[in-house]
C-alpha cells in the first residue's frame, strides 16, 4: 500500500513538472496570445473570422499575394470548379429577401464566384446557431453551379432545421477549422514564407 503511495505521489510530482515545462514554453512561444479574444472578438463570426478567411482568399486582397490562397484553398478541399483567374470573393452576399417559405434568400457568409458562374457558399458556423432552412437556401442559389460549405470548429453537422432534407457531403459539404482550415493556414504559411507581415 505504501510502495503504491509513493509511486502515486512520483507520478503526481512528475506531471507537475511537465505542467510547469509545457506552461514556460506556451509563454516563450506566445501561445496563449490570441487577438480576437483580447478585443472581445472570438465569438463575432462574420465580423472576425468570416472576414479574415475572406481577405486571404481574395485574389485582390491586401496581402498582394494574387490567388495563391484561394488555389491552395480549393486543392485543401478538392473543388476543381472555380477559374482561378476570375474568382472574385465576397462577405456577407446578399442573394435576396427570405421568401415566405423560407426556402430562397438570405446573406452568406463567404461567397466566391467566377465569370463561368461556378460559385461557392461558405456558411461560418463557430457558436452561432442555424437558421431555419439557412443550408437549403444556400443550396437552392445557383443550384447547379455551387458548392455548399458548412464550416464549424470540428466538421460538425447542420441542425436538421437547417439543411431539412439535404444530405451532408452529399448536398453541401462538411469542414472544420481543426483540420481544412488549420491545414489550409499552414499550407498559407509555407507560400508567404518571404513575406514577413503575412
Not at 87 to 106: D, F, L, M, R, Y
Not at 146 to 151: G, M
Not at 167 to 183: F, G, P, V
Request: proline share 1%.
Amino acid at each position: 500500500m505504501e510502495e503504491q503511495l509513493q509511486k502515486n505521489e512520483l507520478l503526481l510530482r512528475e506531471t507537475n513538472t511537465l505542467i510547469r515545462h509545457y506552461d514556460e514554453i506556451r509563454k516563450i512561444n506566445g501561445e496563449d496570445f490570441n487577438v480576437y479574444s483580447l478585443l472581445g472578438l472570438e465569438h463575432a463570426e462574420n465580423k472576425t473570422h468570416s472576414n479574415f478567411l475572406a481577405e486571404l482568399l481574395n485574389p485582390k486582397g491586401s496581402h498582394h499575394m494574387g490567388n495563391v490562397f484561394l488555389k491552395l484553398f480549393l486543392e485543401a478541399l478538392s473543388h476543381h470548379e472555380i477559374d482561378l483567374d476570375t474568382a472574385s470573393v465576397q462577405v456577407e452576399k446578399n442573394i435576396g429577401i427570405i421568401n415566405t417559405k423560407n426556402s430562397t434568400g438570405g446573406r452568406i457568409d463567404i461567397f466566391i464566384e467566377d465569370s463561368k458562374g461556378n460559385t461557392i457558399s461558405i456558411e461560418n458556423k463557430i457558436y452561432a446557431g442555424d437558421q431555419d432552412q439557412q443550408l437549403k437556401r444556400y443550396y437552392n442559389y445557383n443550384t447547379a453551379k455551387n458548392t455548399v460549405y458548412y464550416l464549424t470548429l470540428f466538421g460538425s453537422d447542420a441542425s436538421a432545421a437547417s439543411k431539412r432534407d439535404l444530405k451532408a457531403n452529399e448536398d453541401y459539404q462538411l469542414i472544420s477549422y481543426k483540420d481544412d482550415i488549420l491545414n489550409w493556414l499552414e499550407a498559407c504559411k509555407k507560400e508567404a514564407v518571404d513575406v514577413e507581415n503575412i
